[in-house]
């Protein structure tokens, strides 16, 4: 299971070989279900089939740049955006900077020509968001997938993102070996 924490707050995703599902989700908070399991039912998941969702961390890692994963019937969207690039130093107005802080700026961004571009401690922002259709709450079905969502929203550096995205590929590549053995 590929684990992804700040502070209390933890994503879980992990691959297994299943017929309408072969990976899970989990938010937890705490040790403890941040979705009410008698909302959810067993737990989030979906079907990837292609590994889609872990070229997403690929890319936002490697490039830097924002990216977006819609899971089939786009019941889960996963929004990635580097932080570093788009935090508080983007804000035009009504952000006042104290000459502090833009001193330490200055110190990252020349820490960052150094280092070729990518810090340890870069910040990436993830944001989970899961199809209101999806959860068993009082919901009227006739309106399924109206794009209503729940979301989550966790800030993780950069090497514990690669931490979880490595892992999730070895999840991944034991969860084709079983299919594998299966056909």
Same mark, same amino acid.
Request: charged share 35%.
């Given at each position: 299971m590929a684990v992804l924490e700040h502070g209390l707050l933890k994503v879980e995703i992990k691959y297994f070989d299943g017929y309408e599902q072969n990976y899970s989700l989990e938010f937890s908070f705490d040790s403890r279900p941040l979705i009410n399991?008698? #909302?959810?039912?067993? +737990?989030f998941g979906g079907y !990837?089939?292609?590994?889609?969702?872990?070229? =997403?961390?690929e890319v936002a890692l490697a490039n830097d740049s924002p990216n977006l994963w819609k899971s089939g019937w786009s019941d889960l969207i996963l929004?990635?955006?580097?932080?570093?690039k788009l935090g508080?130093?983007?804000?035009?107005?009504g952000f006042r900077a104290v000459p502090e802080y833009e001193?330490?700026?200055?110190?990252?961004?020349?820490?960052? #020509?150094?280092?070729? +571009?990518?810090?340890?401690? !870069?910040?990436?922002?993830?944001?989970?968001? =899961?199809?209101?259709?999806?959860?068993?709450?009082?919901?009227?079905?006739?309106?399924?997938?109206?794009?209503?969502?729940?979301?989550l929203r966790i800030i993780v550096i950069r090497k514990d993102l690669q931490h979880f995205m490595?892992?999730?590929?070895?999840?991944y590549e034991q969860y084709l070996k079983s299919v594998e053995k299966r056909v």
């Open positions: 399991p008698e #909302v959810i039912g067993e +737990g !990837d089939n292609k590994g889609d969702l872990i070229s =997403v961390f929004e990635i955006r580097p932080f570093h508080w130093k983007d804000q035009k107005e001193e330490s700026l200055k110190k990252v961004d020349q820490l960052r #020509v150094e280092l070729g +571009g990518k810090i340890p401690d !870069d910040k990436f922002e993830l944001t989970f968001f =899961v199809e209101a259709h999806g959860l068993k709450i009082p919901y009227p079905r006739d309106t399924c997938f109206q794009g209503e969502y729940v979301a490595n892992t999730l590929k070895q999840e």
